[in-house]
């Protein structure tokens, strides 16, 4: 029998909501569940593990997230997880634990219903040791379903972080041309003026866009002045893309957003990922191989 119950899950939850609250942009599950566990006194109960090794800490957390997802309180994309307006208003609607969690399965429930498919599943559900009970239901496969999609991010951005700054550059002038354009230049080893790659949309560069690329593979975020840096190197019929795999800040995604004389497109490695997968087939045999990916098929949830 579990030995956990509404009250202790809504506290863990909304233990969650306060550090997704502050993290507005979004943060790692990992960290967020580490950041957790040091804000939580554990029972013995929740700091054991299942036969498999999972801690129950985690899993029960982690069933808890599936409903507050489906009730539109939280966004998971890529092993990030965010708080949504609805959340931020129902953290602070409800601030007894117990009818925080409970409200979060009535949505969840309300949702399965809504579905083709209706299994009947009670509150308590989403915290009970599956393993031990012998059953995978919604909860469970779409647990199992994040922690896949996490791990498989994980190693993508550590494989990215990892590459070697002028193999990097090949990959997306690769991408690029199987995107249709003519990379007709690649930044050598050694001093670039802050241009890694110059890319056409016709064979011989005679019809504008001239578009010049910027590749940083580095984790922190490119701030507001990095971007404008790169713009002055902008000319009237120049487009500009600007990839970092670890990101932009804020200010500087609003400056990118606002340009009227200079055009720019910036590349996160979420985008540079999901174009990866877009034009995988498209890629030449020695493009693809820089990050061959397999794709693997199992059960997921429904949407």
Known sequence: MAETNA?????????????????????RARDALSQLVSKVQLTPYEAGYYQRGARRFEKIVRFATVDVVKAGWMLKTK?????????????????DPEMFYREGSRLYRAWKASQPSKVEEDDQAAVEDVEAEGRV?????????????????????????????YDLQELVAGLLRAMGYHAAWVAPPGKDGGVDILAFSDPLGTKP????????????TVSVDGLRSF???????????????????????E??????????????????????VEYYSKLDDVTRRRMPLRPIYFLAPSD
Request: charged content about 35%.
């Open 231 to 253: 713009l002055a190197l902008l000319g009237d019929e120049d487009v500009g893309i600007f990839l970092n795999i670890g990101g932009f800040t804020r200010d500087a995604q």
């Open 255 to 276: 400056e990118a957003r606002l340009q009227e004389t200079r055009k720019i497109t910036l590349l996160d490695v979420e985008r540079l990922f999901d174009l990866w």
């Open 137 to 165: 239901g919604e909860r469970e496969v779409t647990r199992t379903f994040e922690e896949a999609e996490e791990e498989a991010w994980q190693d993508v951005e550590r494989f990215l972080l990892q590459m070697n700054p």
């Open 209 to 220: 866009p001239r578009i010049k690329v910027q590749v940083k593979r580095q984790q922190q």
């Open 7 to 27: 009250r202790r899950t809504g506290e863990l939850l909304r233990k969650l909501f306060e550090i997704l609250i502050a993290n507005p942009d979004g943060i």
């Open 79 to 95: 092993g990030t997880w965010m708080i949504t307006e609805d959340g931020r208003d129902a953290y602070k609607r409800l601030p």
